[in-house]
DNA sequence: TCCGTTGTTCGATGTTTATGGAACATCGAA
DNA sequence: TTCGATGTTCCATAAACATCGAACAACGGA
């Protein structure tokens, strides 16, 4: 499990990152992140099994729209909201309210409260 | 070469649009067809083999990105600004804002003037 | 040190995708 | 009707992708 890479500003790109959003799933854990509060990686509930959504998290992961942290054991996530914001200016955001008018990825959801990080 | 299917507006979904805008010819097709005009299949230019540029054109068809007319025998292609708009606000003119800044799709170009429209 | 928790990685599988060439269908013009 | 231009469709191929279960690695606690 070692420290992940993640890309920096200027490795992000476009195609990428609407790649990694044209998953239902993926665009999902995005929205559970949207609010910019980390999770913790056991939080997170989608209906896959767990090597799938390691997968996803990834394929977010690579594309530059999450950060990983890791802890102890445990991971945290979060979403990437300043970088994205300066590297494609209102992209995330635009794409998030698309989603929410048609509840894209709503079977993606957040365990609360489990001892709140 | 019958007449194709377009997607109503309805049937638009978030992550065809995001598929079909996650490869960078297509994301130059709708770089050249973002001043709303309509071109012609012939005048659009790509450094694919025609059966290739077809494929692309279909994808962003059935994603409800565009609308192709048939005129004798040649196509007209024009992007859906209205309906895309309506649909998900934004989303385009936000993609293609962070396309122009990479030139992403910037090997697609059109052939302009030969017998315009 | 042994064990349980937590994610990642590794096959394996079936599907989708991008690509090009060749054959085809359609239509206008000669 | 015959021909040329225009796109589409078919076939084949190689790569990418979503998915799962099992094996694995890392770490903290008992």
Redesign the pocket.
């Known amino acids: ?2 420290q ?1 890479h993640h890309p920096e500003l200027g490795e992000i790109t476009l195609t ?1 990152v609407m ?2 959003l ?5 665009v999902g854990l995005v929205r559970v992140l949207a609010d910019g509060r980390e999770r ?5 509930r989608a ?13 977010l ?1 690579d594309a530059g729209l999450t950060r ?1 942290r ?1 802890e ?5 996530v979060v979403l990437r909201e300043k970088d994205l914001q300066a590297r494609f200016p209102g992209l995330v955001r635009t794409v998030l309210t698309a989603a929410e008018t048609d509840d894209v990825g709503g079977h993606v959801s957040v365990r609360e409260d ?1 001892d709140a990080t």
């Not at 913790?40 to 997170?44: D, H, P, R, T």
């Not at 102890?72 to 945290?76: L, M, Q, V």
């Open positions: 499990m070692r992940a990428k790649a990694a044209s998953d239902p799933i993926r913790g990686w056991g939080e997170l209906p896959v099994a767990k090597s799938t959504l390691s997968h996803h998290l990834r394929v992961r990983t890791q102890g054991t445990r991971c945290y489990p």
